[in-house]
């Protein structure tokens, strides 16, 4: 028995100690890069050093932003082993997202709409027009280098309830631009769509155990995290996580205040600069888990997965955010106004929004649709003036889209039952017969 006992503390010591051995000279330095950047973050924010230097706060607040994003998606990323994929997608686009939440918020508590409403449309397309498809040309030639053809990306059956609620709010984005405005009941329907969404991701079965190209998939960070147990992995979740919360809570508006004074020291326009600048550098760090994910073969469902799981959190939750932030920045319950260019510009995101959704509505990725969402992404890029012609465009390819997979519109009756699951028949009693 004494032996039997001994055994066990001895297993139980190897198993603490284990946990060490995760963690090499690679994750070390990785997670060391990541915290240094919180040093010139405090020297500038909280020290004052450089503060009045427009262009010092924001490269200091935007790169501690950026690592902030990174040690988030490494801290949740072990989540995929005890939840289902779409719940840990869920949450680690909400995580990675964190930073376009905190440039939303702080434009619309210094009600600054035109800018909130230029950072929210954009943040979307970005997303859309480059993200999807860059996701697809890195699997395309990470295939090529194994002698493989990979011209689609097809996802997991459970992403048919992201693509359902897709499609329903960007029915409703319709009635924000009937208005013209963003009301805090639009806000509210649209909260109430993201807390659907993750209340059905939540009770789909968990995906067990990570196979070995999933492991590889993620970031070595990420994997040591995962691998890793016992009071170790505790202070470094710990650590990861306040660090992220840290600087995006107190980096956000330093970042949106710097960036508007550079663009105005640069003769920018200053609605062009927020509306691409501040999402690409909030994106990058989802779009690269995304990226890595895609190189990694059989792991394309996973990012293209994150990137939709991303465009539906922006959809709902970041813009159901505005007008209540607005609200209590107005001290009332206010609506946000919407002049013609933003209403045009949310309506080209949703024209957008439906091609996507039909593109994914066989729940494949292909490469024809990855170029014309890229190739009208640039279009209305670089020609603005063409918004309402690119809008239309992407409203008549969807309605062709649609019809030409009709048959797989089952998809979002799949949707329908992650969401309203139905309920299994009780048992007959022993001994009884069913019939009429």
Not at 353 to 368: D, P, Q, V
Not at 431 to 436: M, T, V
């Given at each position: 028995?004494?032996?039997?006992?001994?055994?066990?503390?001895?297993?139980?010591?190897?198993?603490?100690?284990?946990?060490?051995?995760?963690?090499?000279?690679?994750?070390?330095?990785?997670?060391?890069?990541?915290?240094?950047?919180?040093?010139?973050?405090?020297?500038?924010?909280?020290?004052?050093?450089?503060?009045?230097?427009?262009?010092?706060?924001?490269?200091?607040?935007?790169?501690?932003?950026?690592?902030?994003?990174?040690?988030?998606?490494?801290?949740?990323?072990?989540?995929?082993?005890?939840?289902?994929?779409?719940?840990?997608?869920?949450?680690?686009?909400?995580?990675?997202?964190?930073?376009?939440?905190?440039?939303?918020?702080?434009?619309?508590?210094?009600?600054?709409?035109?800018?909130?409403?230029?950072?929210?449309?954009?943040?979307?397309?970005?997303?859309?027009?480059?993200?999807?498809?860059?996701?697809?040309?890195?699997?395309?030639?990470?295939?090529?280098?194994?002698?493989?053809?990979?011209?689609?990306?097809?996802?997991?059956?459970?992403?048919?309830?992201?693509?359902?609620?897709?499609?329903?709010?960007?029915?409703?984005?319709?009635?924000?631009?009937?208005?013209?405005?963003?009301?805090?009941?639009?806000?509210?329907?649209?909260?109430?769509?993201?807390?659907?969404?993750?209340?059905?991701?939540?009770?789909?079965?968990?995906?067990?155990?990570?196979?070995?190209?999933?492991?590889?998939?993620?970031?070595?960070?990420?994997?040591?995290?995962?691998?890793?147990?016992?009071?170790?992995?505790?202070?470094?979740?710990?650590?990861?996580?306040?660090?992220?919360?840290?600087?995006?809570?107190?980096?956000?508006?330093?970042?949106?205040?710097?960036?508007?004074?550079?663009?105005?020291?640069?003769?920018?326009?200053?609605?062009?600069?927020?509306?691409?600048?501040?999402?690409?550098?909030?994106?990058?760090?989802?779009?690269?888990?995304?990226?890595?994910?895609?190189?990694?073969?059989?792991?394309?469902?996973?990012?293209?997965?994150?990137?939709?799981?991303?465009?539906?959190?922006?959809?709902?939750?970041?813009?159901?955010?505005?007008p209540i932030v607005y609200s209590l920045s107005v001290g009332r319950l206010a609506a946000v106004p919407l002049d013609t260019e933003q209403v045009h510009e949310i309506l080209l995101t949703?024209?957008?929004?439906?091609?996507?959704?039909?593109?994914?509505?066989?729940?494949?990725?292909?490469?024809?649709?990855?170029?014309?969402?890229?190739?009208?992404f640039l279009v209305q890029f670089f020609m603005p003036e063409t918004r309402l012609w690119v809008a239309a465009a992407y409203m008549v390819l969807a309605a062709v889209e649609l019809y030409?997979?009709?048959?797989?519109?089952?998809?979002?009756?799949?949707?329908?039952?992650?969401?309203?699951?139905?309920?299994?028949?009780?048992?007959?009693?022993?001994?009884?017969?069913?019939?009429?």
């Open positions: 028995m004494r032996k039997h006992d001994a055994s066990m503390s001895s297993e139980m010591a190897e198993k603490k100690d284990s946990s060490w051995r995760y963690f090499g000279r690679r994750e070390w330095k990785q997670i060391a890069l990541v915290l240094s950047t919180g040093i010139p973050f405090v020297v500038v924010i909280f020290l004052q050093v450089g503060r009045q230097s427009a262009l010092a706060v924001s490269v200091a607040t935007g790169l501690a932003i950026v690592a902030g994003a990174y040690a988030l998606s490494w801290a949740t990323e072990a989540m995929e082993t005890v939840v289902s994929q779409a719940f840990a997608l869920a949450v680690l686009a909400l995580i990675e997202v964190a930073p376009e939440y905190s440039f939303e918020a702080v434009l619309a508590w210094q009600r600054q709409v035109k800018f909130a409403a230029a950072t929210m449309t954009g943040a979307n397309r970005l997303l859309l027009g480059i993200g999807w498809p860059v996701v697809l040309f890195i699997a395309y030639f990470a295939g090529r280098r194994r002698g493989k053809r990979v011209t689609y990306i097809q996802l997991d059956r459970t992403q048919s309830l992201e693509v359902l609620l897709l499609l329903v709010a960007a029915l409703y984005s319709l009635v924000i631009v009937a208005t013209g405005q963003l009301s805090v009941w639009d806000g509210l329907v649209l909260l109430a769509m993201y807390v659907v969404y993750v209340v059905a991701a939540l009770r789909l079965p968990s995906g067990g155990e990570l196979g070995e190209e999933e492991k590889e998939g993620q970031a070595p960070v990420s994997q040591a995290l995962s691998r890793s147990h016992g009071w170790l992995k505790a202070i470094l979740l710990a650590v990861l996580l306040g660090f992220g919360g840290f600087v995006i809570v107190f980096g956000a508006e330093p970042f949106i205040d710097g960036l508007l004074a550079v663009a105005v020291s640069l003769g920018i326009q200053q609605y062009m600069f927020i509306q691409w600048a501040a999402p690409f550098l909030s994106e990058f760090p989802e779009s690269t888990t995304a990226f890595l994910w895609a190189a990694r073969p059989r792991l394309g469902s996973m990012s293209i997965a994150n990137l939709v799981s991303s465009k539906l959190n922006q959809w709902t939750l970041l813009i159901g955010t505005i949703a024209a957008q929004t439906f091609f996507g959704i039909a593109a994914l509505i066989n729940l494949r990725f292909e490469m024809r649709e990855a170029i014309i969402l890229l190739g009208l030409v997979q009709r048959r797989e519109l089952h998809v979002l009756a799949e949707g329908w039952q992650a969401i309203f699951p139905r309920r299994r028949p009780a048992p007959a009693p022993r001994g009884s017969a069913g019939g009429d």
